[in-house]
């Protein structure tokens, strides 16, 4: 099975910042791959599929990129309500594998 | 407005039986593929099973796989997960989720429901 690995772990940064995000899959997956976002006692929530797709209603400071093995999320600008887990998420055949998270936190 | 409310999550020993249920309403049900999410105490996401829009296809993570069953009744809009010979690993909260595309099942998920936990314990 496929492998879905994010780095960092945990991050701290500062309100206005440009946050990135990565994840590598173990093996190719073309462009099948999505992110969540997860606030500290919520319910996950979809920013991006299809690598760099926004979900509507996602707010343009989110991005995504990558195909194939290495993929990335970014926050333009970092904010406040930002704080969150993230997690990609590969779609491309079963078993639909979540990377282990990303925390962000505010520095 | 799409809503997913799941039930049944209690407490349960080793070895035990469980069914999960999810309510959907908001949207065509029998249009969407359906799926199963859970995730341990302070732990991440883990995909558990997903199901055509017709009950058709099923599948299942291996973690789960020949303990756990999902299954639909359209006429209900209703989403269920049989889970057999359950263990202390199993304990989480469970997620309904819908998928994105109608008509397929994609294994993207746009909608979720608030979970119902399903601890495993003697």
């Known amino acids: 099975d496929i492998q879905m690995t994010q780095s960092p772990s945990s991050l701290s940064a500062s309100v206005g910042d440009r946050v990135t995000i990565t994840c590598r899959a173990s093996?190719?997956?073309?462009?099948?791959l999505a992110w969540y976002q997860q606030k500290p006692g919520k319910v996950p929530k979809l920013l991006i599929y299809?690598?760099?797709t926004l979900q509507s209603g996602v707010p343009s400071r989110f991005s995504g990129s990558g195909s194939g093995t290495d993929f990335t999320l970014t926050i333009s600008s970092l904010q406040p309500e930002d704080v969150a887990t993230y997690y990609c998420?590969?779609?491309?055949?079963?078993?639909?594998?979540f990377g282990q998270g990303t925390k962000l936190e505010i520095k | 407005e799409v809503q997913l409310v799941e039930s049944g999550g209690v407490v349960v020993q080793p070895g035990g039986s469980l069914r999960l249920s999810c309510a959907a309403s908001?949207?065509?049900?029998?249009?969407?593929?359906m799926h199963w999410v859970r995730q341990a105490p302070g732990k991440g996401l883990e995909w558990v099973s997903l199901?055509?829009?017709?009950?058709?296809?099923?599948y299942y993570a291996d973690s789960v796989k020949g303990r756990f069953t999902i299954s639909r009744d359209n006429s209900k809009n209703s989403l269920y997960l049989q889970m057999n010979s359950l263990r202390a690993e199993d304990t989480a909260l469970y997620y309904c989720?819908?998928?994105?595309?109608?008509?397929?099942?994609?294994?993207?998920?746009?909608?979720w429901g608030q979970g119902t936990l399903v601890t495993v314990s003697s």
């Open positions: 989720a819908k998928d994105i595309s109608r008509g397929y099942a994609s294994a993207i998920f746009d909608y």
């Open positions: 908001g949207f065509t049900f029998d249009d969407y593929a």
């Open positions: 199901i055509s829009w017709d009950g058709g296809s099923t």
């Open positions: 093996q190719g997956i073309s462009n099948y």
């Open positions: 299809a690598a760099s």
């Open positions: 998420q590969k779609y491309n055949s079963a078993p639909h594998t």
